[in-house]
């Protein structure tokens, strides 16, 4: 097989497990629907490209919640509060309401996974979301600067996530 067919191949797998994932959710897709929707007659394509359909699943996860800290997290402690809070606003918007299909369908993963997790969710939370919201509370505190208790700061940042979902 040619590399450029193997590129191919396991990019139309990734999209095709993507939009499945989206519409039926990770316990509903079956190896087959992404594998016909790709258009690949071989269901082990997936655990030749992938290793199952519990690590596509993985890695698509990894990626949507990595996405957000790709932005420019090396710049964030050069930035003012202010700034911080126009990046963290930017980024999320930038990384969910793209205008197409693709992003159509990664928010919904990204949704479904906050309203009925799968397994796989914890180890995301904890690897990406912890250290994100860590540094989000310290940035709502020093914008609030007295009035920047920890409740009050993660009362703001549920408030601008909350607004930005919906």
Known sequence: MKKEQYTET?????????????????????????????????????NYYFGSKEDLYTQILEEIFSHYDKFDIREWEKKTAEQQLRTMIFNFCSML?????????????????????????????????????????????????????????????VSVAGQLLY
């Open 97 to 157: 309401y793209k205008n197409n299909a693709l992003t159509s369908d990664i928010t919904s993963i990204f949704i479904s996974e906050m309203t009925r997790p799968s397994a796989f969710l914890e180890e995301m939370v904890d690897i990406y979301n912890r250290p994100r919201v860590k540094r989000h509370l310290k940035m709502f505190q020093d914008l609030l600067g007295q009035a920047g208790t920890e409740d009050n700061a993660r009362n703001c940042l």
């Open 10 to 46: 396991k990019k139309k797998l990734w999209l095709a497990a993507i939009r499945i994932f989206a519409e039926k959710g990770y316990k509903e897709t079956t190896v087959r629907d992404i594998c016909k929707l790709a258009g690949s007659g071989n269901i082990n394509s997936i």
